[in-house]
């Protein structure tokens, strides 16, 4: 069975300091497993994805994630935080095969001037 | 650019109405899915079509049913509205999953905010 947990439910940062984002998943197989973004009254955007390339992956606006197959985990991070990342930010997983997908319940991120 | 439309945004009902939750997406995929997003419990699936008149129940679909009558275009209906039913609706859209290379991206429409009085 799929699963995923987001273990923080808010994370408030300083503008220009690194944004960690927290992700671990249950999953029989080899999954692919995504980041999304919401910003506010704004539909879901896809941030990056993963499906057993590299493992650490690159997405827009300076996220990026490492899958950590050990760890079960697959954390967001970005160096240096903007006022514009302020979003909710939301971890999801699928298995091979799959149409459909699993979401955790969200983090949202606050950044602070 | 719009690729997945809902077409409301906001909507408010009475308890007991019929309400129509229409989305289409112009991208021709195959599958297309219903989820209802709430503050804490992120975004919880309702249904899914993987085709035309085909339909998968999702985590949540008590109070719901789904129509796909034609593959660009999917509708959530909900036969007699309850002010548990007060949500955010957002509709999504993929192409068929390979086999072995999971899933695809999803594409959201803007969402429908809906409020049951």
């Known amino acids: 069975a799929q699963s995923v947990t987001q273990l923080d439910s808010h994370v408030s940062v300083s503008e220009g300091t690194p944004v960690l984002l927290r992700c671990n998943y249950s999953s029989s197989y080899s999954p692919s497993l995504f980041w999304y973004v919401q910003h506010p009254n704004k539909g879901l955007q896809l941030l990056l994805k993963y499906t057993s390339a590299a493992t650490l992956v690159k997405g827009i606006n300076g996220f990026e994630a490492e899958f950590k197959k050990s760890e079960t985990s697959f954390h967001l991070t970005k160096p240096s935080a903007h006022m514009s990342d302020a979003a909710e930010y939301f971890c999801?997983?699928?298995?091979?095969?799959?149409?459909?997908?699993?979401f955790g319940t969200g983090t949202r991120l606050t950044v602070i001037p | 650019d719009v690729k997945v439309t809902q077409s409301s945004r906001y909507l408010v009902k009475r308890t007991g109405e019929k309400v129509f939750l229409e989305c289409v997406q112009d991208m021709d995929h195959e599958n297309m899915f219903w989820y209802r997003q709430d503050p804490g419990l992120g975004l919880r699936l309702i249904y899914f079509?993987?085709?035309?008149?085909?339909?998968e129940k999702g985590d949540i679909p008590e109070g719901y049913s789904v129509s796909r009558e034609k593959k660009e275009r999917f509708s959530l209906i909900l036969e007699s509205a309850s002010t548990n039913q007060t949500s955010m609706y957002l509709c999504a859209s993929t192409p068929r999953s390979k086999s072995y290379s999971g899933a695809n991206v999803l594409t959201f429409g803007a969402g429908s905010r809906l409020t049951v009085l």
């Open positions: 079509s993987y085709d035309v008149k085909m339909k």
């Open positions: 999801v997983v699928s298995e091979p095969g799959a149409n459909n997908l699993f």
